[in-house]
């Protein structure tokens, strides 16, 4: 069957999943780009809920229910421009952590913690820390939604493999909680602990002393600040490399 009318309501289900609200409310999302799709057939652990053709596309997943769309209303979903079938997923759980628990939190490691609004800045920072070996993500309140298409893409689908939680707003973090910062201990004199929360934010005013007086700063040279992902993940390979030194010892 081909969807024509942009009143359908598998259409609009389908649509509210390119935005933060249809996530929240569906429980759904959109795995977009013919590598990510591919890869994920290959291996799915996820239930199929929808493929949603591309025109002139034929169906990839036996399992799925396949949706048609004409080629005005495909555009419209395909909002990275893909020409190629989309899967609608059901989205894994992710555990919450209020602001009491995360007064007491534990963390394995050394964890980040996220606060990055833009969707596909977010995506390329868990991709970086599948990369390292980040035991989770915790996405604070400011967080964009990881399930957004833009930054399903930008973590090359890290985003399925990374442990992630959401967490209360930024500045209901404990003190405890070590600041990436424009200020604080240079990078290259810090000892990291075996466990703590590590903080980043967007480029910007940075943190307050007074919140977080574990601070930490990437000296640089002719330049205020660095992009968010490219200072977290220089961050989290000082962590990675600190550990494996100590593992070799």
Sequence with gaps: MLIESAQNATFKKLLSLTASKGLKEEGLFLLCGEKLVREFLRRP???IVHEIL????SPLAAEATPVALSSSLFALVDVLGTRFNILALEQPTIPVLTAEEIKTYAPSGIE???PIGDPGNLGALIRSCEAFAVPRVILSREAAHP???KAVKASAGSVL???LARGPA???FPASCIALDLEGTSIDD???PEQALLLIGEEGPGF???TFPTRVRIPTTGVESLNVVVAASIALSRVATQAVRKNNR
Excluded: D, M, T
């Design 190 to 192: 810090f000892v990291w």
């Design 161 to 163: 493999r990374v442990p």
């Design 208 to 210: 307050s002393a007074s």
């Design 112 to 114: 980040l913690v996220a």
């Design 147 to 149: 399930f957004l298409p």
């Design 170 to 172: 930024l500045n209901e």
């Design 54 to 57: 591309a025109p002139g596309q």
């Design 45 to 47: 652990h996820l239930k």
